[in-house]
């Protein structure tokens, strides 16, 4: 047991991934209107300070980017647009492939030094993936894709998954 302290004294002291100046603060998730892109259908998800809700500028400039030069998502999915501070935005596509995998494009936009969204770069091998506040939609995504695995998997278990979003506190 003594062993195991020290290291989390250790990793605690030096290097735990939060830094000492954050302050966490609720978000919340409201949903949008489902996006139809050639070979996949995705339900829309926006994460942001309730206070602070996504300019509908910037959902349209997102729609758009995703409507021009769809990504090579395919099937059933969702989409996670999230408000990070002031101006800095992540737009995160999901879908579901190879049964049960979740899949995912990563893109963004920072403020107004970027005219549209972006591939968001991710080097080296240990990569972010998603943050407390995007787990929230990603979590009733998990669980609503195992309620339609377990279906009949027909137009109508598809539709039922399709109806069966998230909105509320993340």
């Known amino acids: ?8 004294t250790e990793i605690l002291a030096t290097d735990f991934g939060v830094s000492t100046e ?3 603060a609720p978000k919340h998730v409201t949903v949008g ?6 070979g996949a259908i995705l339900k829309w998800y926006a994460v942001h300070p309730r206070e602070q809700p996504i300019p509908e500028k910037v959902t349209r400039l997102a729609r758009a980017y995703l409507t021009s030069a769809p990504p090579e998502a395919r099937g059933l999915g969702f989409v996670v647009l999230h408000r990070c501070g002031n101006d800095f935005y992540f737009l995160i596509v999901c ?17 107004d030094s970027m005219a549209d969204f972006a591939p968001f770069p991710r080097e080296g091998a240990h990569k972010p993936t998603l943050c407390v506040w995007e787990l929230v939609p990603v979590i ?6 195992v309620r339609f695995l377990g279906s ?19």
């Open 1 to 8: 047991m003594g062993e195991q302290t020290t290291n989390l």
């Open 22 to 24: 954050y302050r966490h």
């Open 33 to 38: 209107d489902t996006l139809k892109l050639p």
């Open 95 to 111: 879908t579901w492939r190879n049964s049960n995998e979740l899949w995912q494009t990563v893109f963004y936009k920072d403020g």
């Open 140 to 145: 009733h995504e998990q669980q609503t894709w």
């Open 152 to 170: 009949t998997r027909d137009e109508n278990a598809a539709q039922t998954w399709l109806d069966d979003r998230y909105a509320g506190p993340a």
